[in-house]
């Protein structure tokens, strides 16, 4: 059974950080892109950041270029999503989700075959 279990949300002030971790059974993580998506109450589901199957490559929305990092570790078959200087437009369900095979840039949802089932991040003013 494929599975990807978000943790790490939850409520934070303006300027502080939040590290969310994605961690995946079920699948080979190695063969597969890893992403962090995020959706706000009425608003589309959006791409935040994705890292590529060789962990050499990495792609951020431009909301969160110089304020959010992704890394991976594929001996734990986890993905991670470390975000400083959170910003109230920030909150949302975040979403870890994986793509089958080597990707350039984040892409829409379609392109991911699994996905966890999202935490919350608020972020308070």
């Known amino acids: 059974e494929v599975q990807l279990v978000e943790s790490g949300g939850g409520l934070v002030q303006a300027g502080g950080s939040l590290r969310l971790s994605c961690a995946a059974s079920?699948?080979?993580?190695?063969?597969?892109?890893m992403a962090w998506f995020r959706q706000a109450p009425g608003k589309e589901r959006e791409g935040v950041s994705m890292i590529s199957t060789e962990d050499g490559n990495w792609y951020f929305a431009n909301s969160v270029k110089g304020r959010f990092t992704i890394w991976r570790d594929n001996a734990k078959n986890t993905v991670y999503l470390q975000m400083n200087d959170l910003k109230p437009e920030d909150t949302a369900v975040y979403y870890c989700?994986?793509?089958?095979?080597?990707?350039?840039?984040?892409?829409?949802?379609?392109?991911?075959?699994?996905w966890g089932q999202g935490t919350q991040v608020t972020v308070s003013s």
């Open positions: 989700a994986a793509s089958f095979g080597s990707r350039i840039g984040i892409g829409g949802v379609g392109a991911y075959n699994y």
């Open positions: 079920g699948f080979t993580f190695d063969d597969y892109a």
